[in-house]
């Protein structure tokens, strides 16, 4: 049985429950992943060859996939709209030994056999060598494959756990050195010799009394917890006087976000059976582009009206859950629980701070009877269109990461920047992703970055 609940007010309730009674197939692994697989600003529930979608039913199921003890959740393939499941089989009468699939459709990839019923005993998922794009992945069978499923290596470590731990943005190797496989380190993948690891820094005996961790070194936890995108090893030390946390020595010229801002990642970082890796919901690597930002925007008003906007209306608008005017210079944010059954009809020129729309939903701004105007910055986030009409003369910079920025008016004084994000792509065809059209006009500089799609006048829709 699977079971969500809801914390609302000091009250836990039920939302539902889904039982497996044989009725659809199921295959379990050791541990779930929660993920946003669908890009519906939802959450789903996801095994080792089943979701569940947000609202307890079944999604899909392969028939082919059965138990399995791993699976790792990421954008695998950067070029792939979407993100990508890498699991491994135990025993599977097919000779099933591992898999590449969709997690949000059940699409599978890519597929290997081993000849055999074989008991796929380990497997990771990792951007370990900086010469190819995207996530690479080995198991137990032989070789090392890239994000398009080409083997790059005849042979593998034994599969150990992933860390980003020092300057760079390939991740490293968590394991054991020694025949004790108690004694933890941190190595990385040496493509020169792809069988062995180069290790870069010794856990088990820095300090008295020393760490030695049983089950391959794997630890009390890791994950993020300073917040500069590397991730820490916590532990305890041999004689149990202290709780210990590790921490990379090394400085980092890449600025990203804290991974515990990430959705997907902070609640992988809780959600544990066998102890392995979490995972960001975009690509995390060698040649990254910038990610979406989080969804937790700061703004001084949140939208949850109908009426217009203008300076003097307070019920459109709540600041720290009561009513609140807007006036000029404050940011405002429209996010999933902002309602959209009719357009946001501008009333007057509006001159706020910056707008952030981070949401699923399909927004609409009518700017017939007014403008957005001044320094602001509009951001567009969130698998939702946002569709603007009317003469806009604001200067601040325009960024769209996620969904469809659709323009039929004029854009005279902002600058436009497009990323096409994890769902976008060209294999996306404009239909999904960050992308812009419409039948309006931008007087200034029209940027599309990785993956971005530029769809022209009614092409776009609202998907």
């Keep these: 049985m699977i079971t969500t609940w809801d914390w609302r007010g000091g009250v836990l309730s ?26 519906d600003g939802k959450d789903e529930f996801v095994d080792i060859g089943y979701t569940l979608d947000d609202d307890g039913t079944q999604l899909f199921n392969i028939p082919e996939i059965v138990h399995g003890d791993r699976f790792h ?16 089989q135990q025993n599977n009468a097919t000779g099933l030994a591992t898999a590449l699939f969709d997690p949000g ?52 470590p034994f599969p150990p756990e992933a860390i980003w731990w020092d300057a760079d943005l390939s991740r490293e190797l968590l394991a054991t050195v020694g025949s004790s496989a108690t004694s933890p380190a941190i190595s990385k993948f040496n493509p020169a010799n792809p069988a062995g690891v180069s290790r870069i820094y ?25 917040g500069d995108w590397r991730e820490e090893y916590l532990c305890v030390a041999n004689d149990n006087s202290e709780l210990r946390i590790y921490t990379p020595k090394t400085s980092s010229i890449t600025r990203l976000y804290t991974l515990m801002h990430n959705p997907q990642y902070r609640v ?26 989080p969804p937790m925007v700061g703004a001084d008003l949140l939208w949850r009206g109908t009426g217009p906007w203008d300076n003097t209306t307070s019920n459109s608008w709540t600041q720290s859950g009561a009513n609140a005017p807007f006036t000029a210079g404050k940011s405002v944010l429209f996010d999933i629980s902002s309602g959209n059954s009719s357009p946001v009809a501008l009333s007057g020129v509006v001159q706020p701070g910056a707008v952030s729309f981070y949401s699923p939903k399909h927004h609409v701004i009518d700017g017939t009877a007014g403008s957005l105007a001044g320094p602001m910055t509009l951001m567009k986030a969130g698998s939702g269109s946002l569709t603007i009409g009317g003469n806009h003369s604001f200067t601040g910079n325009t ?23 994890t769902f976008g792509g060209i294999p996306a065809a404009g239909l999904t992703g960050g992308r812009i059209g419409g039948t309006g006009t931008f007087s200034q500089p029209v940027t599309l970055g990785y993956r971005a799609a530029l769809t022209p006048g009614a092409g776009v829709g609202s998907g």
């Design 105 to 156: 459709s059940g699409e599978m990839i890519r597929k290997w056999y081993a000849g055999a019923i074989v008991d796929v005993g380990r497997g990771l998922a990792a951007d370990i060598d900086p010469a190819f794009k995207g996530v690479e992945f080995f198991s137990t069978q032989p070789g090392v494959f890239n994000a398009k499923g080409k083997q790059i290596h005849a042979t593998q």
């Design 14 to 39: 039920q939302r539902w429950s889904w039982v497996d009674d044989g009725s659809q197939h199921a295959p379990e692994g050791h541990q779930i992943r929660i993920a946003d697989v669908d890009n």
């Design 399 to 421: 960024t769209v990461w996620d969904g469809a920025l659709v323009v039929n008016g004029t854009f005279s004084g902002s600058p436009v920047m497009v990323w096409g994000g």
């Design 73 to 88: 959740l990421t954008d695998i393939d950067p070029d792939r709209p979407g993100l990508e499941n890498f699991i491994i």
């Design 202 to 226: 010794t856990i088990y005996n820095e300090t008295t009394p020393g760490v030695y961790q049983a089950y391959g070194g794997r630890p009390q936890f890791w994950g993020d917890i300073l």
């Design 268 to 293: 992988q970082a809780t959600t544990k059976g066998y102890v392995q890796a979490n995972y960001v919901d975009y690509y995390l690597g060698t040649g990254m582009t910038p990610p979406q930002p």
